[in-house]
Nanobody, 122 residues
């Protein structure tokens, strides 16, 4: 499975962005999917994840109520709606996929896309 993320950019604090990730080259509908981010000089961290049926969903505490993960299995896509952005959300964002939901949440997912850069100015 190949993942291609897009939608990053420069936005002012309080603004919003919607990240998209399209999957190709494999069966997407049975994969858990998620988003990770890595800011300069910081460790990579899990942002959000959802199981193949969206029956399980995870958000890190700092994005709860502001970010929403969703997927469209017919289009092989996963989205991250990011509202009320903060400067501390600035990072490279990566979409990930794995048959196992825990692997996606825990950062050991099999499939990783290239990053898309989100910059939030104060």
């Amino acid at each position: 499975v190949q993942l291609q993320a897009s939608g990053g950019g420069l936005v002012q604090a309080g603004g919003f962005l919607r990240l998209s990730c399209v999957a190709s080259g494999g069966t997407f509908s049975n994969q858990a999917v998620g988003w990770f981010r890595q800011a300069p000089g910081k460790e990579r961290e899990s942002v959000a994840a959802t199981s193949w049926s969206e029956g399980f969903t995870y958000y890190r505490d700092s994005v709860k109520g502001r970010f929403t993960i969703s997927r469209d299995n017919d289009k092989n896509m996963v989205f991250l709606q990011m509202d009320t952005l903060r400067p501390e959300d600035t990072a490279q964002y990566y979409c990930v996929a794995d048959p196992g939901y825990r692997a996606v949440v825990g950062g050991t997912a099999t499939y990783w896309g290239q990053g898309t850069l989100v910059t939030v100015s104060s």
